[in-house]
C-alpha cells in the first residue's frame, strides 16, 4: 500500500466513518462525494455504528502475501445497528464457534504488512460481545 | 436499433491449461491465425481487432494484440477491452456494436491469458481482488472465494439448497468435458470426492472453484453484406443477442447475495433482441467458476424456478441432451479458466454446436444457444444469443 492511500483513506480506516445526506437523511459507507442514492452533494459525515451482527462469515486461506500476516482467518459480513453493511474479519475467535446472527463489536487492529520493512495496514475488525 | 445482422464467420483455440513453453502473444496469435484460417477469407479484409484480457498487463505486455498481430502480419487497428475477468465476452460485444453501427464489416475478436506464470498465487489473489470492492472487500480481507462462499450460503440458507445439489454442478461438467479435446482437464470426478474433499472456505471445498490457466481464443465476425459479397466463406452462425450490465461490485451493497441481478438485467435486454424467450434456448454455456455460479445463472437467466436449480441439476436436467444443456463444453471447471479467453471459448463452443462438431458432446435440434459470462461476484455481466434457426441460414 502507497503513502498517498493510507493517508487518503485515514478517515474512513482509523475512524470507520461513512455519510449521512442531508437531503434524503439515508446513511452510507464508505465516503463518497455525493450520496449514493439520491447523488446530493449536501452530505455530512457520519460515525458507522460500534455494535452489529454477523451475516456470513468463511474462512480464507490465500490471499495477497501483504494479507497473509494472520491467515487462515475469518472474514465475515456484518450488519451494523445502523443498518450499514461492511466486510470485516471477525478476530480473536474460531470458525467453529460461530454462527450467523453473533453480536459482534468493532476493533481497531493491522490489517496488512508489507515484508519487514514495509508500511502497516492499519482499519477495523470485528470481535464476538 | 440498427436491422444490420452479424454473423460468426470462423473460429480458433488454443488447448487450455499450463503451457510453459509458450509465450502470451505466440498463444494469442495460434488462436488468431486458425480463426482467420477457418473463416477461409483473406486476412487482409479483417478491418480491427478487438481483444479482451485481464492479466496479459501484469506479464509487462499490456499490448499482446498488438504482437499477436505482428505475428499475423497484420497492421489494424487493436483495442483492448476491460471487463475484468469477463472481458473476452466484453471485447466480443464492442466488436458487435462497431458491426452494428454499419461503420465496419468484418472483426477479429481475440481472448487470451497466460496465468502459468503467475508461480506464486498470492500474486494471483491480489490480481482478482481487481474484478470485486478491492478498496473495502479484499483490502479489509475478502477474497472472490470466499465472497462466493457467501453466495453459496445465502443460497443453501434461502432455498435449502444442499452440498450435494453444488457438487452435482462440477460433477457434470467434468463428464462433459472428458469429450473436449481443448479442456484442461479430461477426467470425471465423482460426487463423493467433491463432498469428501477439505473445505477451504466453506462451504466451498479444494475442489469446487475453476483453475486459472493458458489459453487463447479467437472469432471472427462479419456483417450479413460482407458475407453474402464473399462466397469463400463456408459456415456462418448468426449472432442474435448481445447485452451487457452491471450490479454493485461490493456484496455488502446488495440487496440480495442469491441472485445476480445483473444477470437479470441482462439476459432480459438479449432476449429482447433476439426477440425470443428463455424458453427458447437449447444450449448454454455458464460461469460456473464457482458451483452456485452455475446454480445462479441457470435460475437468473430464467431457465428454472429461483430456487430450483440445485434440484434440477441434481435430477440431470441440465446433462447433455436433457431438457437445457449447460456448460457441454466442461464449463469454466473443466475446461479450466484462462480469464480473458474464457467469454470467446464459451461463444466458440455454441459455434461447434451449431455447426455440428462437437462429436460425442454434441447436442441435438438446437434452436437458440446462450453464453454468460460474469466478472468478479456478478459486478458485470455479458450474454450472447446466437441462433440455429432454418430462416438464418
Given at each position: ?8 483513506e485515514?478517515?474512513e ?9 442531508q ?12 450520496c449514493?442514492h439520491?447523488?446530493s ?10 455494535t ?11 490471499t ?11 472474514i ?21 464457534d460461530l454462527t ?9 487492529r ?14 477495523f475488525?470485528?470481535v464476538?460481545? | 436499433m440498427?436491422k444490420r ?14 503451457h ?9 496469435s495460434?488462436a ?9 477469407i ?9 481483444f479482451g ?15 499477436a ?5 497484420l ?9 475484468g475477468n469477463a ?16 461503420l ?17 498465487s ?5 490480481i482478482?481482488?481487481?474484478?470485486i470492492?478491492?478498496?473495502w472487500?479484499?483490502?479489509?480481507g475478502?477474497t472472490l ?7 453459496s450460503?445465502?443460497h ?8 450435494e ?5 462440477p460433477v ?42 493458458d489459453?487463447?481464443?479467437?472469432v ?19 449472432v ?14 446488495r440487496?440480495t447475495l ?13 432476449y ?13 454455456e ?24 440445485g434440484?434440477?441439476t ?14 457441454t463444453?466442461?464449463?469454466?471447471k473443466?475446461?479450466?479458466d ?7 471459448a464459451?461463444?466458440?463452443e ?10 460425442k ?6 434452436k437458440?444457444?446462450?453464453t454468460?459470462?460474469v466478472m468478479?461476484?456478478?459486478?458485470s455481466?455479458?450474454?450472447?444469443i446466437l441462433?440455429?434457426?432454418?430462416d438464418?441460414?
Amino acid at each position: 500500500m502507497e503513502p498517498p492511500k493510507i493517508w487518503r483513506e485515514r478517515r474512513e480506516k482509523y475512524l470507520a466513518l461513512g455519510i449521512l445526506c442531508q437531503e434524503c437523511k439515508r446513511k452510507s459507507f464508505p465516503i463518497t462525494l455525493y450520496c449514493p442514492h439520491c447523488s446530493s452533494e449536501n452530505i455530512s459525515e457520519l460515525k458507522l455504528a460500534q455494535t452489529g451482527k454477523i451475516l456470513h462469515f468463511t474462512r480464507v486461506t490465500q490471499t495477497a502475501e501483504e494479507l497473509m500476516l494472520y491467515a487462515p482467518y475469518i472474514i465475515g459480513l456484518v450488519e451494523l445497528d445502523d443498518g450499514i453493511k461492511v466486510t470485516g474479519q471477525i478476530t480473536d475467535t474460531k470458525l467453529e464457534d460461530l454462527t450467523e446472527g453473533m453480536k459482534v463489536r468493532m476493533v481497531f487492529r493491522i490489517l496488512s504488512k508489507n515484508g519487514e520493512e514495509g508500511l502497516i495496514g492499519y482499519g477495523f475488525k470485528f470481535v464476538l460481545i | 436499433m440498427s436491422k444490420r445482422e452479424v454473423y460468426i464467420i470462423g473460429y480458433g483455440i488454443t488447448k487450455f491449461g499450463e503451457h510453459y513453453e509458450l509465450n502470451p502473444s505466440s498463444s494469442a496469435s495460434q488462436a488468431l491465425s486458425k480463426a482467420i484460417q477457418d473463416a477461409k477469407i483473406s486476412k487482409d479484409l479483417i478491418q480491427s481487432l478487438y481483444f479482451g484480457s485481464m492479466v496479459s498487463n501484469r506479464n509487462n505486455q499490456s499490448y499482446i494484440g498488438g504482437k499477436a498481430c505482428r505475428e499475423c502480419n497484420l497492421n489494424i487497428p487493436i483495442t483492448k477491452v476491460d471487463v475484468g475477468n469477463a472481458s473476452g465476452a466484453g471485447a466480443f460485444h464492442q466488436a458487435f456494436i462497431a458491426i452494428k453501427s454499419g461503420l465496419l464489416e468484418c472483426i477479429a475478436i481475440l481472448g487470451t491469458e497466460k496465468l502459468s506464470d503467475f508461480v506464486n498465487s498470492s500474486t494471483l489473489e491480489k490480481i482478482l481482488g481487481g474484478t470485486i470492492d478491492y478498496q473495502w472487500e479484499f483490502e479489509q480481507g475478502a477474497t472472490l472465494t470466499s465472497l462466493y462462499a457467501w453466495m453459496s450460503q445465502a443460497h443453501m440458507k434461502e432455498f435449502n439448497t444442499t452440498m450435494e445439489q453444488l457438487a452435482s454442478v462440477p460433477v457434470k461438467n467434468h463428464k462433459n468435458g472428458v469429450n473436449n479435446p481443448i479442456a484442461q482437464f479430461r477426467r470425471e470426478i465423482s460426487l463423493k470426492r467433491f463432498l469428501s474433499a477439505k473445505r477451504i472456505s466453506p462451504p466451498i471445498g479444494r475442489f469446487d472453484p475453476a483453475t486459472h490457466c493458458d489459453g487463447s481464443a479467437a472469432v471472427i465476425i462479419a456483417s450479413k453484406e460482407f458475407v453474402e459479397n464473399h462466397s469463400e466463406i463456408e459456415r456462418k452462425v448468426k449472432v442474435v443477442g448481445s447485452a451487457q450490465s452491471s450490479d454493485k461490485i461490493s456484496l455488502h451493497h446488495r440487496e440480495t447475495l442469491s441472485s445476480l441481478l445483473a444477470t437479470q438485467i441482462t439476459s432480459k435486454k438479449a432476449y429482447e433482441m433476439a426477440q425470443i424467450s428463455s424458453k427458447d434456448i437449447s444450449i448454454a454455456e455458464v460461469h460456473d467458476s464457482y458451483p452456485i455460479g452455475e446454480i445462479l445463472a441457470i435460475e437468473d437467466l430464467g431457465f428454472f424456478q429461483k430456487g430450483e436449480g440445485g434440484k434440477a441439476t441434481v435430477e440431470g436436467k441440465t446433462q447433455l441432451n436433457s431438457d437445457i444443456s449447460i456448460n457441454t463444453s466442461g464449463g469454466l471447471k473443466a475446461r479450466g479458466d484462462p480469464f480473458g479467453a474464457t467469454g470467446i471459448a464459451q461463444i466458440i463452443e455454441i459455434v461447434q454446436q451449431m455447426r455440428r462438431e462437437a462429436d460425442k458432446r454434441q447436442v441435438d435440434d438446437i434452436k437458440y444457444g446462450l453464453t454468460q459470462n460474469v466478472m468478479g461476484t456478478g459486478a458485470s455481466v455479458l450474454v450472447h444469443i446466437l441462433s440455429n434457426m432454418e430462416d438464418d441460414k
